[in-house]
């Protein structure tokens, strides 16, 4: 997957993708990932990003021209990249839309910044807004990074262990069940008897009753979305 990131702050992206796995993934070519800086498409001595706002206010807004040069570059024109900005307003992050972001042979993301960036820049040239959450940020760096961080570990190969992009959190809409390694007893506290028995139909039944009870307890949002349960579920928390 080859992954363009439109950014003020490129050694903020690059020096947080160099190491562990999304380091790995570029390592043995899974992920390609290049930054663009706004900056370098500017043609005044001071190399201006921002502007103030047409009608006044507090802040500062991102100018559309040297955004859209940027994005162009990092598109070569193709309509077919879906460009995604980072905006507190834009539509929630979710692992369904990593899983989406996943598929894609390549995609751009916009950092925003300042205020906000021009409409205009919104209308044409951005496919889809994104928010990780319901905060504020003081740039979209830290939200690319969380996106692209969901996306690459879902890339084939990228993970060791291939299913255990599978059995974690929200896939299928569960939280994960709690793990242990050794020691089996640490500073007098034990682990689940379940998990050294051997029995690994039990130990299956075990984690799938934990996963429905942390999501019950935790987040009843999610817990509204798994009802009604399969009969399997209901005997286990029966
Ligand atoms: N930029 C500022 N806040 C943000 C958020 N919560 N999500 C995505 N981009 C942002």
Redesign the pocket.
């Known amino acids: 997957m080859r992954v363009e990131v439109v950014t003020l702050f490129p050694e903020l992206i690059e020096q947080a993708t160099s190491h562990s796995i999304v380091g790995r993934a570029q390592a043995s070519g899974s992920l390609e990932l290049h930054c663009i800086n706004p900056r370098d498409f500017t043609s005044d001595r001071h190399r201006t990003v921002d502007d103030y706002p047409f009608g006044g206010g507090a802040g500062m807004v991102m100018k559309p021209e040297p955004v859209v040069a940027a994005i162009e570059a990092a598109t070569g024109g193709d309509p077919t990249i879906p460009v995604l900005l980072?905006?507190?307003d834009?539509e929630p992050f979710t692992q369904a839309l990593a899983q989406e972001l996943a598929s894609l042979p390549r995609l751009v993301f916009v950092c925003?910044h300042y205020e906000g960036i021009d409409e205009r820049v919104r209308d044409g040239w951005i496919t889809r807004a994104?928010?990780?959450?319901d905060?504020?940020?003081t740039g979209?760096e830290l939200?690319a990074l969380v996106m692209l961080d969901a996306t690459v570990r879902l890339l084939p190969g990228v993970l060791g262990n291939e299913s255990s992009a599978h059995e974690e959190s929200f896939e299928g809409g569960v939280l994960e069940y709690p793990h242990y390694t050794r020691p089996a007893v640490f500073r007098e506290r034990g682990i689940p008897e379940v998990l050294t028995s051997g029995h690994h139909a039990n130990v299956a039944k075990w984690r799938r009753t934990q996963a429905l009870v942390r999501t019950r307890a935790r987040r009843p949002d999610l817990w509204e979305k798994l009802l009604p349960l399969s009969k399997a579920d209901q005997k286990l928390l029966a």
């Open positions: 980072t905006a507190p834009g925003g994104v928010s990780i959450g905060y504020v940020l979209g939200a």
